[in-house]
């Protein structure tokens, strides 16, 4: 085993390497006074934060590939692991698609959530949610998926059928 010690109050821990532009860049950094992580990439003679521990998770600036060489591909788990608060139509799962508007200002433009609408052992059943914004505001119900049904929000939907190529449905 190797340790790695600091012992002196709010200081920091630093490895630094090699930026391959005649100098060192920062690559790994446990803030003391932060109590998180940050992972660094070097490029071009400086350091950019990738990735970040918090008390909450993580935070990853930049693309996130997840690559698997297994016959079904890459998994990616969203766990919801808090018996406590176990209910039939609790949202247990959310993907949030954020982006900047003209004005510079953070706006939500659709989100995906899981509901569970029975959580009765045996008789599991799930739905899944697709919110979108339109006209400003937040992300409102736009569409429910169950297992056998669409269920269409709002009752301002026009359902069009494009290149249907001569199908009668």
């Known amino acids: 085993d190797l340790y790695i010690t600091n012992g002196a109050d709010d200081k920091d821990i630093i490895i630094r390497s090699d930026n391959d532009s005649n100098g060192v860049a920062e690559y790994i950094v446990a803030d003391g006074s932060e109590g998180e992580v940050k992972l660094y990439h070097a490029d071009s003679g400086s350091s950019s934060v990738k990735l970040t521990t918090k008390s909450t998770g993580i935070d990853v600036t930049g693309n996130l590939t997840v690559t698997s060489t297994e016959n079904d591909g890459p998994v990616i788990n969203l766990v919801s ?89």
């Open 81 to 169: 692991n808090d018996p406590s608060d176990a209910a039939n139509w609790a949202n247990e799962g959310t993907i949030s698609f954020k982006a900047e508007n003209d004005a510079s200002e953070e706006i939500e433009y659709a989100k995906i959530m899981v509901t569970t609408a029975d959580i009765a052992d045996d008789a599991e059943t799930g739905r899944l949610k697709l919110n979108l914004t339109n006209g400003g505001g937040s992300p409102q119900a736009s569409y429910q998926f169950a297992s056998n049904k669409l269920f269409l929000e709002n009752d301002n939907h026009a359902i069009r059928w494009n290149n249907t190529k001569g199908t009668n449905y």
